[in-house]
């Protein structure tokens, strides 16, 4: 039932974007399946509750719910017993949330629709592993990243230090140590003013510049290494990102950072309007926990869980492609 509400979705949107997200179900007691104590987005805070990652089909005007996955934690690995009473599948185990949305992301482009570009908060867009594995797989993505992520500018260039004549030959290493993205703004960085979308209040509009950024994380470059044929044969070039940053003009720090596989090239307007359309989510777990009842299951297994989800996302799915008809037409 989920493939064909995405298909017809899909078909009926045309998503610019898919968002990854997960949203949270607090819950008491210990029998509902993958109930742990663990971060609660819905409270703030850790708290005995469900999680479960979700991919969304999204543009300006709409947005629909397309694959979901409930996140079994790692306590639910090894109880047997609580599993068994669930019911849990053999084949599920404890799986990371990058995981999972990577997992659904693949299911998704298994059907045979065609993948936009992928938008995700920081939670998934610190995982250098997941854009590794998105970029693998030819598809392009705006993540959100943490300001302490470390980058070198385009510009540095490593170099081969002499040989000392003792053991192997030094591999090639950049001069400069890598910064954290603050340091890579400067007075010359340029920003400029952009509007990506009409609020209720008036126009959405704030400063951006756009970099290009050599991502330095110690798995970046561990990856860099192992692509380039292992630890002998790597260059010491770290791949070139686009690096898009906001800061509105009464900050005095930037507020935002998001990078992107897509060309430096790529119209800014067009990279805020997809980073910042990972807002229509918010809109879609209002619209499934208030007005559909996404949160009021009170079965406790698997199955049951993974229903209720199901019968939710075609409620959602209907409401979605009543809003985008025209209006029927009145009698003069």
């Known amino acids: 039932m989920r493939q064909r509400i995405a298909r017809r ?28 104590r663990q971060y609660c987005g819905a409270l703030g805070k850790r708290a005995n509750c469900q999680v479960a990652v979700s991919v969304h089909a999204a543009t300006d005007a709409a947005s629909c719910p397309l694959e979901w996955e409930l996140f079994l934690p ?27 949305a990577l997992g659904l992301l693949d299911r998704l482009a298994a059907q045979g629709l065609v993948v936009p570009v992928i938008v995700a908060d920081a939670g998934y867009g610190r995982s250098v592993s997941l854009r590794l594995a998105l970029e693998e797989r030819g598809w392009s993505y ?38 954290p993205l603050p340091g890579l703004i400067d007075a010359d960085t340029l920003f400029q003013e952009v509007t990506w979308r009409q609020g ?13 950024v050599r991502p330095s994380g110690k798995e970046a470059s561990r990856t860099a290494q192992e692509q380039a044929g292992g630890r002998n044969c790597w260059d010491g070039v770290l791949p070139l990102r686009t690096l898009l940053v906001e800061q509105p003009e009464e900050a005095p720090e930037p507020t935002g950072y998001w990078v992107s596989n897509l060309p430096v090239t790529t119209p800014v307007t067009d990279l805020v309007r997809w980073a910042k359309m990972r807002r229509r989510i918010e809109h879609d777990y209002r619209e499934l926990k208030h007005g559909l009842g996404l949160d009021h299951f009170e ?34």
């Open 200 to 212: 209720s209040k008036g126009a959405m509009t704030s400063r951006f510049a756009v970099l290009e």
């Open 299 to 332: 079965g406790r297994t698997w199955r049951g869980r993974h229903h209720h989800v199901t019968l939710v996302t075609a409620a959602q799915a209907f409401l979605t492609l009543r809003r985008l008809d025209p209006k029927a037409q009145m009698p003069a």
């Open 74 to 100: 790692e306590e639910w690995s090894q109880d047997q017993q609580r599993r068994r009473r669930a019911g849990v599948p053999e084949g599920v185990c404890h799986v990371s949330k990058t995981r999972l």
């Open 9 to 36: 979705l899909c078909g009926v949107i045309q998503p610019e974007v898919w968002v990854v997200d997960d949203v949270s179900f607090p819950k008491c007691g210990t029998a509902s399946v993958g109930v742990a």
């Open 142 to 179: 705006v993540m959100a990243v943490d300001p302490k992520e470390i980058a070198r500018p385009a510009t540095a260039e490593p170099h081969q230090p002499d040989y000392g004549g003792l053991g192997p030959p030094t591999l090639p290493r950049y001069r400069d140590p890598a910064r």
